[in-house]
């Protein structure tokens, strides 16, 4: 799915209403209808619904989303913030439409004093104040209604865009309204895809309001939204009559002495990742643990007991994975150094790996071409310097995949796959269930495991950072996000895989 610029979206929609013949006001009209088939799932019949609607057309909006929800006897107040005199004839139309049919719910809002006389406690609060033309600070009673409706603490829900958010650029103008869930329209927004911004949006659905596909498939972007669609195109077929030897052989370094969990973590998911083959490196003291925990696993033993300091003949595997709890020893630096330097195969860096190459960065020049580094925010910026903002932060992780040609799995909520060509794309599975150790080494295993399967590496990171939450998505049908583990999520791969196949 594409991610574009508010001017590409405003050109689709009027090249939408040329080519169906439709009006701007019945475009409106059907984006509502969308709207309010989601509304619906928030709600019983005694729902209070309380709308804001500023006097452009995300107030159009929501003056159509009352209507509808009138039609169904719905309990609806609708505040009309009239911070200024014009408005555009979108919303007029809709005004009036609801004038004629339902005017006791309108209340014109002129000033503070006004709106503190609106009662929005026990009600849904549907923002349709201001949509993605925003291009600076809100102000004025607009400012005001948004600290309102923040400060009621009353579940809020966004349409298209949370009021006060630009859809462009990632960065925070001023108080903006603070949505428990967000509706947007057709494409998601490239702002949403940053923490700062997320923070207001809540969970994002994206509707199809049904714009003209033909135009979208023609819009250059380098921006991408991960979803089942996209993974389902990236999956490889998996021939009845195979062996294992046409699956690959992947080899993860892993684990130090009180970090086994992490070869275990890193190996069961690759494993679960459809590899024909897994060899884990690990310390002498793992090897025991991991031939106990992991049978499909061949074990290499390090002559070392509590770390790792060897290298295995690389040369057979299809795919290799370092970094998962191996530590910083002197020795285990070296081999990182070995391998970077010697191997040009299919690579993935991650944890202390990414720290050991942080410390030695002469040695960054060296990476083979399409290598994966899968950082998290603290290791990306070990690597390259720190970042007041994640926007920043991605900037520089952009510059980094182009000038070293290598693929950066920059990690988040929304993790985003950087790629070398400048394409970037970013995750929409996954939730708060996998901020918790080890799901960085369930990542790593799983992509090596789809390397070595047979993707290529800008498949692999993109198929395998979806995979990677969708699993954790799946865990949350019978269980909460709060005592999720990550061997839970390992578990749900064969259903994710099902899925994606399917």
Same mark, same amino acid.
């Given at each position: 799915?594409?991610?574009? /610029?508010?001017?590409?979206?405003?050109?689709?929609?009027?090249?939408?209403?040329? %080519?169906?013949?439709?009006?701007?006001?019945?475009?409106?009209?059907?984006?509502?209808? !969308?709207?309010?088939?989601?509304?619906?799932?928030?709600?019983?019949?005694?729902?209070?619904?309380?709308?804001?609607?500023?006097?452009?057309?995300?107030?159009?909006?929501?003056?159509?989303?009352?209507?509808?929800?009138?039609?169904? %006897?719905?309990?609806?107040?609708?505040?009309?913030?009239?911070?200024?005199?014009?408005?555009?004839?979108?919303?007029?139309?809709?005004?009036? !439409?609801?004038?004629?049919?339902?005017?006791?719910?309108?209340?014109?809002?002129?000033?503070?004093?006004?709106?503190?006389?609106?009662?929005?406690?026990?009600?849904?609060?549907?923002?349709?104040l201001i949509g993605v033309g925003l291009n600076k600070s809100l102000e004025g009673l607009l400012l005001t209604c948004v600290k309102f409706i923040n400060q009621s603490n009353t579940f809020t829900l966004s349409i298209d865009v949370p009021s006060g958010i630009s859809a462009?650029?990632?960065?925070?103008? /001023?108080?903006?309204?603070?949505? %428990?869930?967000?509706?947007?329209?057709?494409?998601?927004?490239?702002?949403? &895809?940053?923490?700062?911004?997320?923070?207001?949006?809540?969970?994002?659905?994206?509707?199809?309001?049904?714009?003209?596909? #033909?135009?979208?498939?023609?819009?250059?972007?380098?921006?991408?939204?991960?979803?089942?669609?996209?993974?389902?195109?990236?999956?490889?077929?998996?021939?009845?009559?195979?062996?294992?030897? %046409?699956?690959?052989?992947?080899?993860?370094?892993?684990?130090?002495?009180?970090? &086994?969990?992490?070869?275990?973590? @890193?190996?069961?998911?690759?494993?679960?990742?459809?590899?024909?083959?897994?060899?884990?490196?690990?310390?002498?003291?793992?090897?025991?643990?991991?031939?106990?925990?992991?049978?499909? @696993?061949?074990?290499?033993?390090?002559?070392?007991?509590?770390?790792?300091?060897?290298?295995?003949?690389?040369?057979?595997?299809?795919?290799?994975?370092?970094?998962?709890?191996?530590? #910083?020893?002197?020795?285990?630096?070296?081999?990182?150094?070995?391998?970077?330097?010697?191997?040009?195969?299919?690579?993935?860096?991650?944890?202390?790996?990414?720290?050991?190459? /942080?410390?030695?960065?002469?040695?960054?020049?060296?990476?083979?071409?399409?290598?994966?580094?899968?950082?998290? +925010?603290?290791?990306?910026?070990?690597?390259?310097?720190?970042?007041?903002?994640?926007?920043?932060?991605?900037?520089?992780?952009?510059?980094?995949?182009?000038?070293?040609?290598?693929?950066?799995?920059?990690?988040?909520?929304?993790?985003?796959?950087?790629?070398?060509?400048?394409?970037?794309?970013?995750?929409?599975?996954?939730?708060?269930?996998?901020?918790?150790?080890? /799901?960085?080494? @369930?990542?790593?295993?799983?992509?090596?495991?789809?390397?070595?399967?047979?993707?290529? +590496?800008?498949?692999? !990171?993109?198929?395998?950072?979806?995979?990677?939450?969708?699993?954790?998505?799946?865990?949350?049908?019978?269980?909460?996000?709060?005592?999720?583990?990550?061997?839970?999520?390992?578990?749900?791969?064969?259903? !994710?895989?099902?899925?994606?196949?399917?």
């Amino acid at each position: 799915m594409k991610i574009i /610029s508010t001017q590409q979206i405003k050109d689709l929609d009027q090249i939408t209403i040329q %080519n169906e013949a439709i009006s701007s006001v019945e475009l409106m009209e059907r984006a509502a209808k !969308a709207c309010l088939l989601k509304i619906l799932h928030f709600a019983d019949e005694n729902t209070n619904f309380s709308i804001f609607c500023g006097k452009g057309n995300n107030g159009g909006d929501g003056l159509a989303i009352a209507r509808f929800l009138k039609d169904r %006897n719905r309990n609806v107040k609708v505040c009309i913030i009239n911070y200024k005199n014009d408005s555009t004839p979108e919303f007029d139309h809709q005004l009036n !439409a609801l004038k004629n049919k339902y005017p006791e719910v309108i209340h014109f809002i002129n000033d503070e004093k006004e709106l503190h006389t609106i009662s929005i406690h026990q009600s849904i609060v549907i923002d349709a104040l201001i949509g993605v033309g925003l291009n600076k600070s809100l102000e004025g009673l607009l400012l005001t209604c948004v600290k309102f409706i923040n400060q009621s603490n009353t579940f809020t829900l966004s349409i298209d865009v949370p009021s006060g958010i630009s859809a462009d650029q990632p960065l925070v103008l /001023s108080e903006s309204i603070i949505a %428990n869930h967000t509706l947007t329209f057709q494409q998601p927004k490239f702002s949403f &895809m940053f923490p700062e911004i997320q923070f207001f949006t809540g969970k994002l659905e994206v509707l199809d309001i049904g714009l003209d596909e #033909n135009y979208i498939e023609q819009l250059a972007t380098p921006y991408h939204y991960i979803t089942l669609s996209i993974a389902k195109q990236l999956r490889l077929p998996r021939p009845i009559v195979s062996h294992k030897g %046409n699956y690959g052989h992947a080899l993860l370094v892993c684990g130090q002495k009180g970090m &086994m969990g992490a070869a275990q973590i @890193a190996g069961k998911a690759c494993l679960r990742s459809g590899v024909g083959l897994l060899t884990l490196k690990v310390p002498g003291c793992g090897l025991n643990i991991v031939q106990q925990t992991l049978p499909e @696993a061949i074990v290499d033993a390090d002559e070392e007991d509590n770390y790792i300091s060897t290298l295995p003949d690389v040369s057979k595997y299809n795919a290799i994975g370092i970094g998962c709890g191996i530590g #910083n020893e002197k020795q285990t630096q070296n081999i990182v150094k070995l391998l970077i330097q010697n191997h040009s195969g299919k690579l993935v860096l991650d944890a202390d790996a990414l720290n050991i190459l /942080s410390e030695n960065k002469t040695w960054i020049s060296f990476l083979p071409k399409f290598t994966i580094l899968t950082p998290h +925010p603290k290791e990306f910026d070990r690597l390259t310097g720190n970042h007041g903002n994640s926007y920043d932060r991605f900037k520089t992780a952009q510059d980094f995949a182009k000038k070293h040609q290598v693929i950066i799995v920059l990690k988040g909520s929304k993790t985003a796959c950087i790629m070398p060509d400048g394409n970037v794309f970013f995750n929409s599975s996954g939730n708060s269930g996998l901020a918790k150790g080890g /799901s960085g080494d @369930a990542l790593t295993g799983i992509i090596t495991g789809l390397l070595a399967r047979g993707y290529a +590496p800008n498949h692999a !990171a993109i198929l395998g950072v979806y995979l990677h939450g969708f699993a954790a998505d799946l865990t949350l049908i019978k269980n909460h996000s709060e005592s999720v583990l990550i061997s839970d999520i390992i578990e749900k791969l064969p259903k !994710a895989f099902q899925k994606i196949y399917s």
